[in-house]
Structure formats: C-alpha cells, structure tokens
C-alpha cells in the first residue's frame, strides 16, 4: 500500500531526529512492501521565518490531505529567540496549538514506559521502580483552558485576565471512550484525573467517565483528584495503566509521568482525531542548544512514526518490528548521549553514538 | 503576651494531631512565659454532622477575632461518607475554601524539605537527593479557578460546565511581594511558575511578577512553564528556592513536592493575609483510615504550629526551639510508623512511637 505521510520537521533537532524517523520508515517499506509518500510541511518557527505566519493555511491543507503527519519539534530558546518577541499568537507554539484545533486531534496518546536498559536514569529509588512501570497517558487535546474565550482588559482601572476553561459533556464523552478503548487493549484500569472538589468542568468530567465506564465493565476505573495523581505519580507510579484526564492536567502529568521514566528522548506521543489520521512527535522539546550537532536521540521520533503505522495504518506486525528493534539496540548496548550511563563502569558497557548511526542500528535490526 | 488561638480540630486524624500541637503550645508558654487562649471552631464534616453547614458565619467570626488559627484536618472518605452525598457547596472542603477566601488568606506558604534522617524515606535516587533540598511553594491562594464564576447548563441540548480563571494585576502583585520578601528571608532565588505560552492570565502573571522583580536586584528569579516545574521537582529539586504560582497550579505543584520530600507526615503550611493573621494546617490529608487509632503522625501539626509562633506572633525565639525539638527526636531515633524505615536492619536503630509519645518527647527537648 501507499501512505502520505506529511512530514513537519520544524525547529532545533526536529529535522534531524524526523530525518531518522523517515529512514526506518523506508526500512519498513522495504521489508514489508509499502510505499510512504512524503510531503514536507512547514510550523513553528521555521514556518514564521518563512512565511511570517506559524502554520499557514496552505500548511494545514497539506496536513489535512496527508494519511497521517510526522513532526519532529517546534520553538525555540525563549529567551533569546527573536520569535518569542512576537505576539503570542504568532509564536511557533501557536501554530501547534492551531493544528490541534484545526484538525480536531482532540486525543493525545502518550506512553510512559520504563525501559529495563535504562533503569538507571530512572530518578525514582529501585524498590519504587520495583518491576517497572508503563502507563499511557490520555489527554483531552482540544478543549479546556487551551482553547477556551481569554481577555485581558482593564476593569475600574485594574488590569484583569481571564481565561476560560469549558467542557461539554460530547467533550468529555469522546475522550473517556478513547480512553477506555486503549485499556481494554492493555491492563484495564483507568484512572480518571480530575479536580471535582472545586471545579464544575471536573464534576461533569467524572459524571460522564461514570455513564462511559458503564459499557466497559471488564475495566476497573477509579477517580482520582489531580494533585493526588501528582504525588502518586513519584510515589508509586507501577498502580497506574491509563490515566484519562483534560488537557491542562494531562499537559501537566505526562511530563511529570515521562521524567519519572527517567527517558524522555525514549517517548512517543500520538494525537488523534475521530478517523484514522493522527499527528505523531516525540514528547521531549526542540532542544535548541544541541541542534545541529547529530547528537540528539531520534528514537523517540521513531516510536512515534511506530505509533503512526499503528493507529493511522493499521500496519501492526509493522509497529512491533520498529519498537522491538529498539529494545534490541538498547540490549546491543548502544546509546545516545542522553541515555548514557552516569557511572564511570556502566559507561564502558555501552556504546554512545550520535543521531544518524541510531537510525542506521534500529534500521539493521529491522 | 496572651494570644487568641482559634482551634479547628476538623475531622480524621484532626482532632488527634491538633492535641499534640497543643501540648507542644502550652509547652512552650510555661518555658517562654506566654499564654496561649483556645477557641474550638468547628469546620469540615464534624460541622456538618452538627450545623448542616460545614463553616457557619459565627465559626468565620470566631476566626476573625481570633490572632491565628490553627487547623487539624478536615474531609473524610470521599466514596463512603455521608458527607459527599451533598451538593459541592456543602462538602467538608467547601467550608475551607470558604475559609479562605473570607479571611483573604491569599499566601499560602508550604515549605518542602528533606529531612537529613529520613532520607530513606526519599522516593528518589541518592545521587538526585545529594546534599538535599529545601523549597518554599509561595501558592496564591483566593484566586484564579477556585474562585472564579462557574456554571453547568445545557446549550444547545448539550450539558456544558465551564469555569473561569481569573486574575488581577493586584492579586498578582501582593502574593510576588510575598514570594519574592520570603526569598530575601532565603536563598534569594524565586522561580515563577506559568502557563504563559497559553494563558492570558499567565501572561499578566508573568508581566507583574517582572515589575516587582525590579525591586528585588539581590534576588534571582526566573519563569518556568509549568509543566517543565513538574519536571524538574523530580530530575533536580535541589535547584529550587522559592517556586511562586498560582492556585491551582501551586495545589499540584506543592502536593508533587511534598511527596518528593518522601515525609508528607512532616510538612507545615500557613496561609496568610495582608495583616498577621494565619491559618496553619499541615499538609497531609484527614487520613480516615487510620484516625483514632493514636497512630497518625502530629509533627507536621507541630510545625505549622510552630510557623504560627513565626509569621502570625513573631515569636522567632520559640518557633526555633519547636523546630529544633522536632529535629532532635529525629535524631534521638523516634518514629512515628508512616516514617519508619523500610528495610529490617534500619528498623532496629529507631523506636515506633505513638502519636501521643512523640508529642511528649518533643516537648521535652524544647
Ligand atoms: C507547546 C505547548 C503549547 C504544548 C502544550 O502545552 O500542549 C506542549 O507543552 C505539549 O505538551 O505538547
Ligand atoms: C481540599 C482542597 C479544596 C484543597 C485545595 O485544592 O486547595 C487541598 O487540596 C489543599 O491543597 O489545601
């Protein structure tokens, strides 16, 4: 078969760490006798230097005709970078947050998983880790305070900033199947985050996850107040499989999940709307101060575009060759700087390679 | 001096720890020649059960007269107590949030530090822990989603809950003098933490806490969104001193750095206004579990008792001498079970006391 993958490679490592997501992918073509047709699509900075705009109209019709969009990241140093003068819609992020809303990718997938190779860079204590953990994490992605009316204004004289965070429960609904889809393939739990001891979009969100749960009666569900769920998270993080939430919590909770990991160049993230198309990028930032330098960890972008012949292709023997290639590369003892070891005898164990020699080792074990 | 101690044992484990802190109170009125009046409120479930209301106006009067009050605990089990049958407005945590907000107690301050003999009890690795960490999380605390206006209704046939979060440059304002007149007090670093890549509100936050950082030159400050924060409270929390944020981002925030700590059974708060007033509570929770069983751990109790002898009686003097009791039975070995030592060899080095014990032996190291 034939795919159109759009392909938005973006600022700092993004290009470098898609470029490697795109050999595998031809890898897998090979293999398997596909054939991914690639369109490259500008956002973010890039785009706002290019077009002055961070995602262009022209851009997200290129998405919207794709099977599904690889990204590697967007931004840069907020600090220093010229694009962060702009007005906050036109800064690189808004044209992520645009092409979330545009293309109604309202779920987003975002594994947490400990890889057994790496357990040392697991900040947590052994007897914590104990036999490892593996959540994913259900975020709604188009609702919320992300996407809510917002003004600043001057009230009797005092500037006054208001935010809105909105739910409906259709919202809500879509998100909670999502989620309760994902566990049935997986353990079967679901933790619901929400804070519905002080907010009404959280009362509603725990309502309608108790009508959804109702359809799912293999699934053990529980509710949990999101800053319980942050203290969880470090304290035992093995108790949860998937975690449903909205989308400034789960913004908040999977980076904690994925630092918990102690991998965040190992973790891929999918977002999804109601048909087969999804956007797919690793969870980790555009890490600016290392850009360029083919020292960046591409495996994350791999697992992403795993992800992608998962849920946009169906190609699952596919998926399963990619991610098993990278637990044999992690077994081989190859690493990426970020993953290296700290101590001076793990370090002799292990070889560290830079970006592009990653690809070509999970290409080989393919 | 005679101050006026309002007294909210609450529910759980509430009217058990509050007991100890008294007795640590009364100890240290005999040594430093003070007196201390109390006055019992009744807020939480044990309000309900008498006044169908879990805060009455005649408990807020008693609190405003009051020079501080001192809290236990308030709540109980969400899925099984009578009290969570009732609209949210009449719930146990409604008459805290009530609390708050009719006294102004818009500083919340909740120091998260580890203690040097309970390290073991650190959900992180050695090497993250290092020499330890020591945070104040300065939370506004009567603004922002918890108080803004809320609503659920039907558009359009669709059941639609949306509330807002709103801020004033003057409630922003007063809570950065706080943070950054406690960092003076401290290591002179505030970390303010937002979402201003998405919130108006964020963005006014972040503008505000700039103007008063001009008047700060010895203190170091710096923004960080708050997802990085929940981030980096688990790679590195040592790099943090003061971390200054908004309600609900300081509700998640501060519960994650708690657990970090690894003794949520140690740690204080106080929530102060603009007089010299507080409400000091510790930061764990009304534990039903186990209350009533003399088990629960008081020292947090009295340490937020101890925080009310600082910040509302300026009795610095004694404040120390309370800390240094609560380090020293450390020290001396004395555990309460929720930080006992996990391994068998550690267990025999330390003696389990009960909640009451350990109220005794550190009133006789003040
Ligand atoms: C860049 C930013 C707007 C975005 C978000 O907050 O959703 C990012 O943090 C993420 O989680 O994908
Ligand atoms: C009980 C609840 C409303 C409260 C809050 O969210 O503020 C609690 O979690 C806290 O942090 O004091």
Chains 1, 2 share one sequence.
């Not at 057994?116 to 975020?139: H, Q, S, V, Y």
């Not at 809105?164 to 989620?179: F, H, M, Q």
């Not at 098993?324 to 164990?349: H, W």
Request: hydrophobic share 40%; glycine share 8%.
């Amino acid at each position: 078969m034939k795919y159109q993958v759009g392909v938005i490679a973006g600022d700092g490592i993004g290009p470098e760490i898609v470029a490697e997501a795109q050999k595998v992918l031809n890898c897998v073509a090979d293999k398997f006798g596909h054939e991914f047709e690639y369109e490259d699509i500008l956002m973010g900075g890039c785009s706002i230097d290019a077009t002055g705009e961070p995602l262009t109209d022209h851009a997200i019709e290129q998405a919207l005709h794709s099977d599904a969009v690889l990204m590697g990241s967007i931004g840069g140093n907020t600090s220093t970078s010229p694009w962060y003068k702009l007005p906050p819609e036109k800064r690189p992020e808004a044209g992520l947050l645009k092409l979330r809303k545009s293309l109604n990718l309202f779920a987003n997938l975002r594994p947490a998983y400990l890889y057994e190779e790496l357990k040392e860079a697991c900040p947590l204590r052994d007897d914590i880790i104990g036999t490892g953990f593996d959540m994913m994490i259900m975020r709604e992605l188009t609702g919320g305070l992300y996407f809510g009316a917002r003004k600043t204004s001057e009230v009797d004289g005092v500037v006054t900033a208001v935010d809105t965070l909105t739910y409906t429960e259709n919202e809500i609904r879509r998100i909670a199947i999502k989620g309760f889809d994902i566990a049935m393939k997986r353990r079967r739990k679901v933790t619901s985050v929400d804070k519905a001891n002080v907010l009404d979009s959280s009362r509603l969100w725990r309502k309608i996850v108790e009508e959804v749960a109702k359809h799912y009666p293999e699934v053990t569900y529980e509710h949990m107040l999101v800053d319980n769920c942050a203290m969880q998270l470090v304290k035992d993080p093995k108790q949860f499989d998937v975690i449903l939430t909205e989308n400034m919590f789960g913004d908040i909770l999977s980076d904690e999940a994925s630092m918990v990991t102690g991998s965040i160049g190992m973790l891929s993230s999918a977002s999804l709307n109601d048909t087969k198309f999804g956007l797919y990028e690793p969870s980790g930032g555009s890490a600016p101060d290392i850009a360029g330098q083919g020292i960046a960890n591409p495996i994350a972008t791999i697992l992403s575009a795993a992800m992608m012949l998962r849920y946009s292709f169906d190609l699952d023997k596919e998926a399963d060759a990619v991610e098993n290639a990278v637990k044999q590369v992690l077994k081989d003892g190859y690493r990426t700087i970020d993953i290296m070891p700290q101590e001076e005898d793990k370090k002799s164990a292990v070889e560290q390679v830079g970006t592009s020699r990653m690809g070509d080792l999970i290409c080989e074990r393919i």
